[in-house]
């Protein structure tokens, strides 16, 4: 039986995954809605896509593998489900990680506005650097499999032993595991940071340009940079989430600590979904429609009972 902290913590986490489903649901549609309308999807649009997509499989993962823990030991050591659960999630987070890179880097260098000769020499070769993240990630899924695999192993060759694997050893391979997505986090903060700095400078220059006028150039450079700031916060939060999510491996009796890191972690895909929303007008508009569509059909089942 759970703790009434544990309780919340659950309802909460599951609340949150729910609605990053609901919303990584509505952004898929309207792309589909698009590519259905216009015969082809824009590189943002795939980007976009396959984040949802992601995120969607993230979030079920992330709630399965919580229910089974606290409610179905058994299940896990008779059916091996956490090995399953091992490689669906490597595959999962990586794929989630590597869009939201993508998303990240595709607007700095869209958006963002350098002299430097880097800067200018990647704004005109963004193909190559999306083949060069696309090898980081197949070679990531490279190293990943047989660490993950061999991680499996030793853990249940060390239960049956009673001899339970070291700390020091297990973060050490873990973070081997997990080189690649550490490496995509550090360039999806470095590019959203650059970014920042760029729409501030850009700020600065149309308050000194244009004064004592209401420029709406300037407020849409602001809500970007509100959102990219939010983003950071939210994807650092994930990591912290996932660390603890990890660390409770060797604390299993510590329930509420695995439940504080599992509502972390699931807070990440919830918001950044709203947020995307909030701040996408067709998003907006859409969502607003499927709500409004929602209470018409309620009304209409309250006027058929009476």
């Not at 709630?63 to 058994?74: E, N, P, V, W």
């Not at 880097?105 to 993240?133: E, G, T």
């Not at 070291?166 to 986090?185: A, P």
């Not at 940079?225 to 409770?248: E, P, Q, R, W």
Request: with cysteine; aromatic share 14%; hydrophobic share 50%.
């Amino acid at each position: 039986m759970l703790s009434t902290a544990e309780g919340i913590l659950l309802f909460i986490s599951t609340s949150e995954a729910v609605l990053g489903i609901l919303g990584d649901t509505v952004i898929g549609f309207v792309n589909c809605n698009d590519f259905i309308k216009n015969k082809k999807l824009s590189k943002i649009g795939l980007i976009i896509s396959g984040l949802v997509i992601s995120r969607i499989f993230l979030a079920w993962l992330l709630i399965t593998d919580a229910y089974t823990k606290l409610f179905s030991g058994q299940l896990i050591s008779v059916f091996n489900i956490t090995e399953y659960m091992n490689y669906l999630w490597i595959i999962a987070n990586n794929l989630s990680v590597w869009f939201a890179t993508s998303l990240s880097v595709f607007y700095f260098l869209k958006i963002a506005n350098f002299s430097h000769h880097m800067f200018l020499w990647l704004k005109k070769r963004i193909k190559v650097v999306f083949i060069f993240l696309t090898g980081c990630l197949l070679v990531t899924w490279l190293l990943s499999f047989p660490l993950v695999g061999k991680l499996i192993q030793e853990n249940k060759r060390n239960t049956s032993q009673q001899f339970p694997i070291k700390k020091s050893e297990f973060i050490v391979e873990y973070v081997f595991v997990n080189v690649g997505v550490i490496f995509c986090f550090m360039v999806a903060l470095t590019a959203c940071f650059l970014l920042i700095i760029s729409l501030w400078r850009h700020r600065r220059r149309m308050k000194s340009h244009v004064l004592g006028f209401r420029d709406l150039n300037t407020e849409a450079h602001v809500k970007a940079m509100k959102v990219l700031i939010s983003f950071i916060i939210l994807y650092m939060l994930y990591f912290i989430g996932i660390a603890i999510y990890i660390f409770c491996l060797f604390i299993p009796e510590n329930k509420l600590l695995f439940l504080f890191g599992l509502t972390i972690a699931c807070m990440c895909p919830c918001c950044h979904s709203l947020i995307l929303i909030l701040t996408n007008s067709q998003l907006k508009q859409y969502s607003v429609g499927l709500l409004q569509r929602l209470r018409c059909g309620e009304k209409g089942t309250d006027l058929r009972a009476t």
